[in-house]
């Protein structure tokens, strides 16, 4: 049994010397993956990897993110590449959510990786040497209201299907986020903005039966988006369907219904 403020826990540091908020950080595995990538890169013979050390980087996710070149030649590091992204996945999952969209696109390279998608990778991996020591800081306002931002991207992956992002924060930084790719090939943005309610409704309902498992009162249950169409569809169900939106009325339906029952509401997400 561990004692005091500060804990480690399947690689993370838990600690709690600031009243009401917890910071978590995973230095040690973070130096381990760029270690592995310097590694990986002296073995390199040909010219294509830049040089480490850039300061420059702002965010973990390259412009040019889902553009997929494909005369670009493949690449002969794929084991090495699926091993560095398998292991961010545990670093964007547990301390860093914000390199959670560009390690989920490099998921979905594993199999045929080329030199494009190597460089990507080291975008992803210079950001967090130059952002080693930020840490993921968590804490409750104490409203009890638990507030999820869910957003799509439509038809951005090269096989033209949408990507699901989604966060919940319960007054300062996200203890549960998301990032994946569309199961399925849809037809518009209403449509994409749908699927990823319905990829994060099993999380948002079972937070909040589990919050109040522990006995914290769940006064509010909020989900933001910022489609308009797609907000009316969830909230009214058949009222605001049309033939349009008929092959999909089963997600809405289902979405509507817990509304309809007070397990959660629809809320408007502001944009700049």
Sequence with gaps: MARGKVHTYVGMTLDFTESKIVKVTMFAYIDEIVQA??????????GYVVVSGCKRIATAAPDDLFKVDEDAMKLDQAKAFHNLTAKMINVAKRARPNISLAVAFLTTRVKGPDIDDWRKLRHVIEYLRVTRDLPLILGADGSGVLSWYVDALFAVHPDMRGH??????????????????????????TESEIIAVDNLIPQILWT??????????????????????????????RASSSKRTKHINIRYYYVADRVAKGDLRIGVQRTR
């Excluded at 909040?208 to 914290?216: D, P, S």
Aim: hydrophobic share 30%; aromatic share 6%.
């Design 37 to 46: 990538w310097d590694k990986a890169c002296s073995e390199l013979e040909d």
């Design 208 to 237: 909040r039966l589990f919050m109040k498992a522990q006995g914290i009162e769940v006064r509010d249950n909020i989900l933001y988006q910022d489609n308009k169409s797609a907000l009316l569809l969830e909230t009214n169900g």
């Design 164 to 189: 699901t992002g989604g966060a919940m924060t319960m007054g300062r930084g996200y203890p549960l986020d998301t990032s994946t790719k569309h199961k399925l090939n849809l037809r518009n943005s």
